[in-house]
């Protein structure tokens, strides 16, 4: 099996900042794509940034310019940098990895999420 724990959530003003991270542990052989979605109440979960292995990286248009995504590949563990926050950020974020469990399959995963508000 293959944990994703995430933290940094929390309540920040608009304008501020705030660090996601989470750690991936469990039968994991190698991690493939790693990256953050995020859902807001109403509304469909979306892909924020994603990074794969080799260091490829892709963003939302929404969140191009603010927020940064990188990996510790040691330690298995994806950050989401977020800047300049805006209450429309405001959502559940979730982390998600495409784990390589064995030679020949592998799974993607999905963090318990972890909630961001950004209020005045």
């Known amino acids: 099996q293959v944990q994703l724990v995430e933290s940094g959530g929390g309540l920040v003003q608009p304008g501020g900042s705030l660090r996601l991270s989470c750690a991936a542990s469990?039968?994991?052989?190698?991690?493939?794509?790693m990256g953050w979605y995020r859902q807001a109440p109403g509304k469909q979960r979306e892909m924020v940034a994603t990074?794969?292995?080799?260091?490829?990286?892709n963003y939302a248009e929404s969140v191009k310019g603010r927020f940064t995504i990188s990996r510790d590949n040691a330690k298995n563990t994806v950050y989401l940098q977020m800047n300049s926050l805006k209450p429309e950020d405001t959502a559940v974020y979730y982390c998600?990895?495409?784990?390589?469990?064995?030679?020949?399959?592998?799974?993607?995963?999905w963090g318990q999420g972890t909630q961001v508000t950004v209020s005045s």
């Open positions: 998600s990895a495409l784990v390589k469990i064995n030679i020949v399959r592998a799974n993607n995963y």
């Open positions: 469990g039968s994991i052989i190698s991690i493939n794509t």
């Open positions: 990074i794969v292995s080799s260091g490829n990286i």
